[in-house]
């Protein structure tokens, strides 16, 4: 039996009380190189529960999901339910799919996690067909999240590592956490779903934040040309990549 990850334990859910809400929710640009895309073959490496399959299932003629975390696919296999999906349990830094097969992958916020981003990213562009797209969704580099994820994240994952630490941590900070959204959110989420959200902005064992210019010298490395770029309003921005002949 496969290894537990961290994402088994608290998976990245949260939102997905309906999936029009989930669509609303989703970055234009990945809407758009869906939609441009249309009736080619999709994946989406580290998919977690399935919030972006959703809309890939509409446009795709094939769409496949890569995830290390078990639970997170049989999340989406239940949510998502579509014949046009395959679900993989694998690793991004060594996706279990051929060379040049798809036209479109998506990494949405999973590079920063796998431990080697630049390998991660090298293998999605390896999957991809030449003149395909890859959407990169990565945490950026200059922002006060690195700092509040070493320096409060720190203190939340060392504390989290002792028996009365880690019953600090739920019943003290989840709840808090909790509370805070109910108050300052207009969106009401669920313990679960708040609880959720709180692992994967402090608990979470591994991060890492790249600059506009880091991807670009990937792109330079492995033959692709940024082509779109959006700075978003949160954690991460997004990059639109061709696959460069
Ligand atoms: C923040 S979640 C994002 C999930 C999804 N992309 C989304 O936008 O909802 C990160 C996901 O990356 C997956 N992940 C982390 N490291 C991975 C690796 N080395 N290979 C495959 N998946 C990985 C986790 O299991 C988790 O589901």
């Known amino acids: 039996m496969a290894e537990q990850t961290f994402y088994d334990n608290t998976p990245f859910e949260y939102g997905y009380s309906s999936k029009a809400e989930i669509i609303v929710n989703m970055n234009p640009l990945l809407k758009k190189v869906m939609k441009d895309n249309a009736g ?6 580290g998919c ?8 890939a299932v509409k446009y ?9 975390s078990k639970a997170s696919l049989d999340f989406a296999k239940k949510y998502v339910e579509s014949e046009k999906l395959d679900l993989i349990e694998g690793d991004n830094l060594t996706i279990p799919l051929e060379s040049n097969f798809a036209d479109l992958v ?6 920063h996690h796998t431990g080697d981003t630049v390998k991660a990213f090298s293998e999605c562009v390896r999957i991809l067909k030449t003149d395909g797209v890859l959407y990169l969704a990565v945490y950026k580099k200059y922002r006060y999240y690195p700092l509040i994820y070493y320096i409060v994240g720190g203190f939340f994952r060392m504390t989290y590592k002792s028996k009365i630490g880690m019953y600090i941590v739920e019943n003290l900070f989840v709840k808090l956490h909790y509370l805070m ?3 300052l959110k207009k969106k009401q989420l669920k313990k679960m ?7 994967d902005y402090f608990i979470t064992p591994i991060a890492t ?3 506009y210019s880091d991807v670009k010298s990937w792109c330079n490395d492995y ?3 940024i082509k779109n770029y959006a700075r978003t309003s949160g954690n991460c921005h997004v990059f639109i990549i061709n696959k460069d002949v």
């Open 193 to 199: 779903e708040t609880r959720n959200i709180f692992f």
């Open 48 to 55: 977690g529960c399935g919030r972006n399959l959703v809309y």
């Open 60 to 68: 795709a003629s094939k769409v496949v999901g890569v995830d290390l």
């Open 209 to 211: 934040f790249q600059s």
């Open 40 to 45: 080619k073959v999709f994946c989406d490496i």
């Open 181 to 183: 959204y109910k108050v």
């Open 223 to 225: 033959n692709c040309s």
């Open 106 to 111: 998506v990494s949405d916020g999973v590079c």
